[in-house]
């Protein structure tokens, strides 16, 4: 989500019907709530004990991944493919929307399909797919682990075992137009109501005349999901608590939720965000639309293009989220590497994985699209702080990031809280009633088996 430049947030809901099917296709682990990951669920039983992938196999592989909206990931590929030219990796770009993506590789799974050999999954699948044992453990031991982000790492475990490897990692900033601020006399909005003050002072400048206020990833998919999880932490409260169990029942997420319903309804978003996706909202950001947009980092390499895409090139900054009364907190996103159970040449795969999710890689990825890397010393580099000013931002907000409910029948999970929080901004029903409906069928979703 679960999300990088390709698949930010893990995007979408699976139908209910892939889901149900899905589940009926699952080990008795499936039910086990992947709270276990961060060493909770004590009562759970483990997974069906899978050893390391088996380092045998070697020929032509295939990296399954969301669609590559940067059209970098196939020269990083060419790179690979030149020095091992009996080891080709094929490039098998997925749809841009990540329910979409989800619903392919669990079909490719159902049917023990050896199509993709790579995946490159939104983290918070890696729990329901090693729960299925559609993906393989991996030798931790042969990865730098130590040099990344402890949670970032973390987000490829399941049961203690690693599963996935971080490609990427990623933290919801908050570009804004430095220029009207300062012309306004404004500053970086730590809170939603200092956001709303500075909206209305831009608004009475010239330049400031049918800019919408605010925008983030509001339309019905995994973006929802990531936007209603960070209003909820950043109003103090939490979608599913240190238990396992949902969680929304509480003031702090009336206010959150209120606070996108609000935003619809005052004007505070523009009508039109209430379908925007990633893409979406950057475009409406590089063309000069918005004042402050949520988006993940990859947006600053593209709005500062100076080929004429971007009217706000040079004219913006980053700042962390804000929340209710102080800054906010970001949901984890980013991508991490899998093998997948049923394919071959497993050999050449985590080799592959070793070279793909390597500093050096995570290095040239940063430079070319701005995606935030996993490794930590990458944020305190000078040369790459001068050229990044927003690592330290991103740096801050990725210490303080927490995932998106982390349940093994994710995709019901996320659909519950997209139906209704959708209901809420839509004005369908109101923010309690959305909230009573979500906290019924989310915990149904957790207790399903």
Not at 382 to 410: D, G, H, I, W
Request: hydrophobic residues 40%.
């Amino acid at each position: 989500m679960s999300s990088s430049q390709i698949s930010r947030t893990g995007a979408g809901a699976p139908a209910t019907g892939q889901a149900r099917t899905a589940r009926r296709a699952r080990a008795a682990a499936a039910a086990l709530l992947a709270t276990a990951l961060a060493g909770c669920g004590a009562n759970s039983s483990k997974p069906s004990d899978n050893s390391p992938a088996e380092s045998s196999g070697r020929g032509p592989i295939t990296l399954a991944t969301g669609k590559d909206t940067t059209g970098t990931i196939q020269g990083q590929l060419d790179r690979w493919n030149k020095k091992h030219p009996d080891e080709k990796v094929k490039l098998v770009e997925l749809p841009e929307s990540a329910d979409q993506q989800r619903q392919q590789f669990i079909q490719n799974a159902q049917t023990k399909s050896d199509a993709y050999t790579v995946l490159n999954l939104d983290p918070i699948w890696v729990a329901e797919f090693a729960a299925n044992q559609w993906i393989d453990e991996l030798p931790a031991k042969d990865f730098p682990l130590d040099k990344m982000l402890p949670a970032v790492v973390k987000t490829g475990e399941y049961f203690g075992k690693q599963y996935a490897i971080p490609f990427n990692t990623n933290a919801g900033l908050l570009f804004y137009r430095k220029d009207l601020l300062d012309k306004a006399g404004a500053q970086p909005p730590t809170t939603w109501k200092a956001m709303k003050a500075a909206c209305a002072k831009v608004e009475k400048l010239p330049e400031g005349k049918g800019i919408g206020c605010y925008a983030g990833q509001f339309d019905k998919y995994e973006g929802l999901t990531v936007n209603f999880s960070e209003a909820v932490t950043s109003a103090g409260g939490t979608v599913v608590d240190a238990k396992g169990k949902a969680a929304v029942d509480s003031e702090a997420a009336k206010k959150g939720l209120r606070f996108l319903a609000d935003g619809f309804k005052d004007g505070t978003f523009p009508k039109e965000a209430s379908t925007y996706q990633e893409e979406d909202g950057r475009r409406a950001f590089q063309a000069g639309k918005l004042l402050f947009h949520r988006q993940w980092p990859y947006q600053w390499a593209l709005a500062n293009a100076k080929d004429g895409s971007s009217k706000v090139a040079g004219k913006f900054g980053v700042a962390p989220l804000p929340g209710l009364d102080g800054p906010g907190k970001s949901s984890l996103g980013g991508l991490d590497l899998a093998v997948s159970k049923f394919a071959k040449n497993k050999a050449t795969a985590l080799d592959f994985i070793k070279f793909f999710s390597s500093e050096q890689n995570a290095r040239t990825n940063l430079k070319a699209t701005s995606a935030a890397p996993p490794y930590t010393a990458l944020y305190d580099e000078p040369t790459l702080r001068e050229r990044f000013p927003y690592l330290a931002t991103l740096k801050q907000s990725l210490n303080s990031a927490t995932p998106r409910p982390v349940v093994v029948q994710y995709g019901d999970a996320t659909a519950a809280i997209q139906e209704s929080a959708a209901a809420a901004i839509g004005g369908k029903k109101s923010v309690d009633d959305a909230l009573a409906e979500m906290q019924r069928n989310l915990s149904a979703a957790i207790a399903e088996k």
